[in-house]
């Protein structure tokens, strides 16, 4: 007891060291003019945490850093709010912050009804997809880039209010597994009628139907009810010239041509997608890179054909199936060339001049496959996945670095090295729950899971100097490892 008494004391004060550095902030929104409540209006903090007025225009956000904050307060068809607010206390009350109507909503010649930007269901955020402009072409992860206090990077992963999106659904069903950012890229947007932003529990938890206070990040994407029996697709090509600056430099075709088709029915979804090009374009990049320029042909443009396909399967009421397959080639060419030339300030006649060529090439087949199933009964709950990798990339550079001092060759070195490398990697999980009796939060588990990995690497360099010594290499690297792993609980 005298040892765990002041363990009690550290974790208790830690606790109150974060409650002090975190505030809370609320308030009721409400109609100027009347005083009725805007329930859905939404309030932004510093571009990052956000939240939307219940059914009485409350709101409340928790677990903000301290400190000078800028509060953004909107509602359709209302002039918005701003407000820079301290927050310097463990609680601050905005009170009731009372909207004007937007004058221009009311001079227009024609009243309709508008979609409410969001609406605040218990825990969860839903946002219509009708409440935010995208171009025709658009995808998931630009109409989500709209929402207020979410971000899509290029990769197309996603936070919201800060937090990484750990898991995405489909009309609430893992059309993607685990895989975010093939959501963001494969659904376009006109499907989408809207979006379900929430924390859920581990899928232990609640099958268990208790807390263990392990929660992830997750978004729901709801599909118009006329695309659950439907095939959607998009396509995009281009194609260009590139011209090097120099008058007589080589011209070289730049061409990209991609895009994705999606198979919706009650219970089975299929989704396709591929991309090749020989303009950098991967995963969710835009528009055209940029080769560089001075000194550099080539500019390290690498050109990349991929293509993935998904599946997700409802097959009983128990009893759903996942799996997926992606192959990734990326070649690179590179050239490039660099000089210097160097002066003495005190002697004119004295000059040294340096240049360095360096050509390479290297090719990149990546092959990445999965499964999961996932088995719900009355009782028991059997949850399976594994995944596999194999990756294989080979390449070739030739330098040639050269010194001369005043007009006289002083060295010359070249280098060739051809390089190999082999990747595999597998692993897999299964967990086993059973129900004890009907109370909630009663059961056993048991879960194992195990990995193998192994990398072979291979490396010959030729090393050739004009006025020193000749060095030959050559290197291998074999690296492998494994575990395994099991668990057992009972709650």
């Excluded at 060419?333 to 360095?356: G, I, M, P, Q």
Aim: hydrophobic share 30%.
């Amino acid at each position: 007891m005298k040892r765990i008494l002041p363990l009690i004391v550290c974790l208790f004060s830690g606790l109150t060291a974060l409650a002090q550095q975190t505030s809370i902030l609320k308030g009721i929104i409400t109609d100027s003019e009347n005083g009725q409540p805007l329930p859905g209006a939404v309030i932004l903090v510093d571009s990052t945490r956000h939240a939307v007025a219940d059914q009485k225009g409350a709101f409340s956000i928790t677990r903000i850093a301290r400190g000078e904050k800028q509060v953004e307060i909107s509602f359709l068809g209302y002039e918005p709010v701003s407000r820079t607010v301290n927050l310097d206390q463990s609680t601050v009350d905005l009170g009731t912050v009372r909207m004007e109507v937007d004058k221009q909503e009311i001079e227009a010649v024609e009243v309709t009804a508008e979609i409410p930007m969001a609406v605040q269901k218990g825990d969860t955020i839903q946002y219509n997809a009708g409440a935010f402009k995208t171009s025709p072409d658009a995808d998931a992860g630009d109409l989500i880039n709209k929402m207020p206090g979410t971000e899509v990077g290029d990769d197309g992963s996603v936070t919201v209010q800060g937090e990484a999106v750990k898991k995405v659904y489909v009309d609430g069903k893992k059309f993607f597994g685990d895989d975010v950012a093939a959501a963001m890229r494969n659904l376009p947007a006109d499907i989408v009628e809207s979006v379900q932003m929430f924390e859920e529990l581990t899928d232990e938890a609640k099958f268990a139907g208790f807390d263990d206070g392990n929660r992830d990040r997750a978004i729901n994407i709801v599909t118009k009810h006329k695309f659950n029996r439907t095939t959607t697709g998009r396509i995009e090509a281009g194609y260009g010239v590139e011209v090097d600056k120099d008058p007589d430099g080589d011209r070289t075709d730049r061409y990209l041509i991609g895009g994705n088709i999606n198979t919706f029915t009650e219970k089975h979804r299929w989704s396709l997608n591929g991309t090749f090009n020989n303009v950098n374009r991967a995963n969710r990049a835009r528009g055209f890179s940029d080769g560089g320029g001075g000194g550099m042909r080539g500019g390290g443009l690498r050109t990349i054909n991929s293509i993935g396909l998904n599946y997700s399967g409802t097959w009983t009421e128990e009893l759903n199936f996942n799996a997926y397959y992606s192959f990734n080639q990326n070649r690179s060419n590179n050239e490039s060339w660099t000089e210097r030339d160097y002066f003495k300030a005190d002697e004119e006649d004295e000059h040294r001049f340096e240049r360095n060529d360096s050509k390479g090439h290297s090719t990149d087949n990546a092959h990445e496959g999965g499964v999961r199933l996932e088995y719900k009964g009355e009782k028991n709950m059997v949850f399976f996945n594994a995944q596999g990798s194999y990756s294989q990339t080979d390449g070739w550079s030739n330098t040639t670095d050269s010194v001369t001092l005043d007009g006289f060759l002083n060295s010359l070195i070249r280098e060739n090295t051809v390089t190999s490398n082999d990747s595999y990697s597998v692993n897999g999980n299964l967990m086993w729950t059973h129900r004890l009796g009907e109370k909630a939060g009663r059961t056993i588990t048991f879960g194992a899971n195990g990995s193998y990995s192994q990398n072979d690497a291979e490396t010959d360099r030729q090393r050739d100097a004009e006025l020193s010594d000749n060095v030959s290499t050559y290197t291998t690297t074999n690296s492998w490892n494994r575990s395994l792993g099991g668990r057992f609980s009972y709650a």
